[in-house]
């Protein structure tokens, strides 16, 4: 019977510390994000949207919070500066048409977060983006607008929609970036791109979550 009570407030201590240490880590996210979306507020000129942005914060620096603590993601996280950390690969992911196509024509969904590559100057960078809407042989990014199912921006040139796995993935939800074709510094992701790493189906990367 000792022993057995003894077993019991163990695993009692161990619930404890691991409730205690989820806290800190949601703690450690939101003063993360509180901070990192002040510093971008600042520059807004628009003083009704200012207003509209800071009114909704804490919902959404909370709900990322809460996302990212109880993510079951691959990658280490760094909670302090809320970030992922994945080894960079030494090239952006390659860009295969026929790949594009054959994905989005079976997978593409209203939900589905997919990979986006960006070529700004000597620049390459990949972006998190959802799906919204779905057409023959099309489909809109909330944010980045429509693309073909061969992955080319219909709105913007510059933006190439790739075929969602874990090597793409990895490097739009961790801010990678590559500058003359070589790695450089990672960027931070925005408070919106962070929620939807938060909600990425990593069971299966191909179906958005329930």
């Known amino acids: 019977m000792v022993a057995k009570n003894q077993s019991l407030g163990a695993q009692q201590q161990v619930e404890i510390w691991q409730t205690d240490a989820q806290k800190v880590l949601y703690a450690q996210l939101c003063n993360a994000f509180y901070q990192r979306e002040v510093q971008r507020l600042v520059a807004e000129p628009n003083a009704d949207k200012l207003r509209r942005q800071l009114k909704s914060l804490p919902y959404y620096v909370e709900r990322a ?12 996280l760094d909670a302090q500066n809320g970030t992922w ?8 992911p390659d860009v295969n048409d026929q790949a594009n196509e054959l994905f989005y024509q079976k997978y593409a969904k209203v939900g589905l977060i997919v990979p ?10 990949l972006r998190i983006d959802s799906i919204d809407q779905v057409s023959d042989n099309e489909l809109h990014c ?13 709105d913007q ?6 075929k969602p796995n874990k090597v793409s993935l990895a490097a739009a939800c961790c ?6 074709s070589k790695r450089c510094i990672p960027r931070v992701l925005s408070l919106r791109e962070m929620l939807l790493a938060g909600n990425i189906n990593w069971r299966n990367i191909k179906r958005p979550l329930a």
């Open 116 to 125: 986006v590559l960006l070529k700004e100057h000597d620049q390459t960078r």
């Open 142 to 154: 909330n944010e980045l607008g429509w693309f073909d199912f061969f992955g080319n921006g219909l």
């Open 175 to 180: 801010g990678h970036q590559w500058q003359f």
């Open 65 to 76: 919070a809460t996302l990212v603590a109880n993510s079951r993601s691959p990658f280490t």
């Open 157 to 162: 040139k510059n933006v190439q929609l790739i």
């Open 85 to 92: 950390l994945e080894k960079q690969k030494p090239t952006p």
